[in-house]
Structure formats: C-alpha cells, structure tokens
T-cell receptor, first 114, second 109 residues
Framework: NAGVTQTPKFQVLKTGQSMTLQCAQDMNHNSMYWYRQDPGMGLRLIYYSASEGTTDKGEVPNGYNVSRLNKREFSLRLESAAPSQTSVYFC?????????????FGPGTRLTVL | QQPVQSPQAVILREGEDAVINCSSSKALYSVHWYRQKHGEAPVFLMILLKGGEQKGHDKISASFNEKKQQSSLYLTASQLSYSGTYFCGTERTGNQFYFGTGTSLTVIP
C-alpha cells in the first residue's frame, strides 16, 4: 500500500521543453490535487479534480494543464517550461471535500527549469 | 487569499511550549494544520471545523475562533521530533484550498 506516488522524483528541463508529472494513488480516494511549493510561499494550489472526469483551476493554473486519467491517476503537464516554474510539486488526495478531509501528500517532484 | 501565520520562526528548548497563530481575512468553515520536515511531504496534524468539531490524532492541540477567523496551534512540552515547518490551511470553496506561508519550529536539546 504505497498511498500516493509521484514520478519522477527529480527533473531538470531547459526553457521551452515540455514534460508531464505523474501522480497515482491506491487509497481509492475521490479528490486529487496538484500544489507547487516555493521558498517562503508555502503551498499553492494549481489544479484539482473532485472526481474522475472533472478538473478545476486552483490559485495558480497558468502554464499548466491536467488530466484525470481515471480514479487512480492525475497528471500535470507543463507545455513550455519557464524558469518561474522551478519548484517542488506535490500531489495530494482526499476522500471527500478538502475542507473536511485530511489531505495525503505524495513525496514530491523537484523540478528545475534552466 | 493566503492565511497569515505568526511567528515566522521560533526556536525552543526541549520541554518548552509554543503557540503558532493563523488568521484569515475570509470567513472560514475549517482550519487545517500540517507539519513538514525538511525534504519531505507535509503530514496532517488536525482539522478544526466550524461549530467546534475537532478531528486529529496527535498530542498537539489547537483552537478555532470562528468569529475572529483565527486558529492557534499549541505545542506543549516540545520534543525534538516536533521540529519542522507548520502550515495552516483554509478553504475558499469546497476544494479550493489555501495554505499559509509556514512557521519554522526548531527544538534544541
């Protein structure tokens, strides 16, 4: 029972390159989230998916796209990476709505854009 | 939109107490608290819900003043394992969630 897994763990990109961050869960939870964490900024919500087949923008969605592939998987895509997207990306899940539920976080993906 | 936390950093000796505060400009349904150790993912501590219901499973306690839109996290008789960065989180809608900028807590022997 791994909980929440993220791949890759580390990634270095050049400006303009694209990549997809993967998140998978084995807890059968409905809601999934993507956050980014920058020094001094805390965690900021990029996108979330309340259930399979639905996605919504969070606080900082510009430059990102997401896909809720099925109940288990939620991916985050950077179409044209920029240095401002250098950050640590966390995927999280909840059983119900975030306001009432504990969030379980994945181990994170450390992304550097040169 | 981000909740404001204070203090930004605190250093304690083992056995001392600490209080971390979180305040929001918006009316809140709930406040969440998480702890993150360096290089790791945040870990849930507790949720405080409007109406007084509190959910958590740690010895650390917290309060939620709905009228003032404030919450405080109380760490008593601190242990070395309490070191880390503490984040409060608040909601805007059911799934829109905002974390504070964090409070760095260091416990020294």
């Amino acid at each position: 029972n791994a909980g929440v897994t993220q791949t890759p763990k580390f990634q270095v990109l050049k400006t303009g390159q694209s990549m997809t961050l993967q998140c998978a869960q084995d807890m059968n939870h409905n809601s999934m989230y993507w956050y980014r964490q920058d020094p001094g900024m805390g965690l900021r919500l990029i996108y979330y998916s309340a259930s399979e087949g639905t996605t919504d923008k969070g606080e900082v969605p510009n430059g990102y796209n997401v896909s809720r592939l099925n109940k288990r998987e939620f991916s985050l895509r950077l179409e044209s990476a920029a240095p401002s997207q250098t950050s640590v990306y966390f995927c999280a899940i909840t059983h119900g709505q975030a306001i009432r539920s504990e969030q379980f976080f994945g181990p994170g993906t450390r992304l550097t854009v040169l | 939109q981000q909740p404001v936390q204070s203090p930004q950093a605190v250093i304690l000796r083992e056995g001392e107490d600490a209080v971390i505060n979180c305040s929001s400009s918006k009316a809140l349904y709930s406040v969440h608290w998480y702890r993150q150790k360096h290089g790791e993912a945040p870990v849930f501590l507790m949720i405080l819900l409007k109406g007084g219901e509190q959910k958590g499973h740690d010895k650390i306690s917290a309060s939620f003043n709905e009228k003032k839109q404030q919450s405080s996290l109380y760490l008593t008789a601190s242990q070395l394992s309490y070191s880390g960065t503490y984040f409060c989180g608040t909601e805007r809608t059911g799934n829109q969630f905002y974390f504070g900028t964090g409070t760095s807590l260091t416990v020294i022997p």
